[in-house]
């Protein structure tokens, strides 16, 4: 039986070798081997040096991940109590004003926003395709917006359906798509104040037909809507939620 290979070492230093990695490959794409060059490079080293940057921007999102810290809070240290005897005088008796009463700062606090943070969505989402690519080569994803949203609905709920956009959208692009995830703001209807959290998938640019573009059904939560635009052009999936009453909204 052959040896398993080695699990790659997540230390800082391994992102620093990645990193380093990534920036020789920039620097050979905007230099020796851009393609505007006069005369143009040779094919080969191009697609060596784009195969490098791939693995080594994969390479980065896993060390990142594994190596991202982990906030403990300590508890304070507690310090001895020493009796200490302290012979005191019976000082005279002395008539002092009654101490006046001090008023109590009211502090209020603005109420709970029951929601789920948009901005948690989108990286459990990430979190979820980036496992998928390290495993099969699945696809990448790269997310816009959705920081200060609050949504409401189940966060599990989410981020299922909008993986299995991101893996619709993917499949009709080239081997190495990049599928865009973006998260705004938008009023619910035409007439009144009511807002919506847009989550907005488009397919790789490169890829085919747009009719192609067919979402999978899927049980969406309660008040929300898929919908998909862009039918002759280049197609985008908009799934639709109420955004949480009270909570703070900007559009991206």
Same mark, same amino acid.
């Given at each position: 039986m052959a040896d398993e290979p080695k699990a790659e070492p997540m230390t800082w230093a391994a992102l620093r070798d990645a990193s380093s990695a990534v920036q020789l490959a920039v620097q050979m794409l905007a230099g020796p081997l851009a393609p505007w060059n006069d005369p143009p490079p040779d094919p080969e080293r191009v697609r060596e040096a784009m195969r490098m940057l791939e693995a080594s921007s994969r390479r980065i999102n896993a060390l990142v991940v594994a190596l991202a810290p982990v906030r403990v809070v300590a508890e304070p240290a507690q310090l001895p109590v020493v009796p200490v005897a302290v012979n005191v005088a019976t000082p005279a008796r002395v008539s002092t004003p009654a101490p006046r009463a001090r008023k109590r700062a009211t502090i209020v606090s603005p109420p709970p926003v029951d929601g789920v943070g948009v901005g948690s969505v989108l990286r459990d989402v990430e979190l979820a =395709?980036?496992? =998928?690519?390290?495993?099969? /080569? /699945? +696809?990448r994803v790269a997310i816009h917006g959705g920081a200060d949203l609050v949504a409401t609905g189940d966060a599990a709920t989410l981020v299922a359906i909008l993986v299995g956009l991101v893996e619709d959208a993917a499949a009709i692009g080239p081997a190495?798509?990049? =599928?865009?995830?973006r998260a705004f703001a938008d009023l619910a209807d035409a007439i009144g104040d009511e807002m919506d959290v847009v989550f907005e998938v488009r397919p790789d640019a490169r890829g085919g037909h747009a009719s192609a573009f067919a979402p999978r059904a899927a049980r969406l939560p309660e008040g929300a809507r898929l919908e998909v635009h862009g039918r002759s052009s @280049? +197609? @985008?999936?908009?799934l639709r939620v109420a955004a949480a009453r009270g909570a703070l909204i900007l559009a991206a």
């Open positions: =395709v980036l496992a =998928v690519t390290h495993a099969a /080569g /699945g +696809p190495d798509a990049v =599928v865009e995830l @280049r +197609p @985008r999936a908009c």
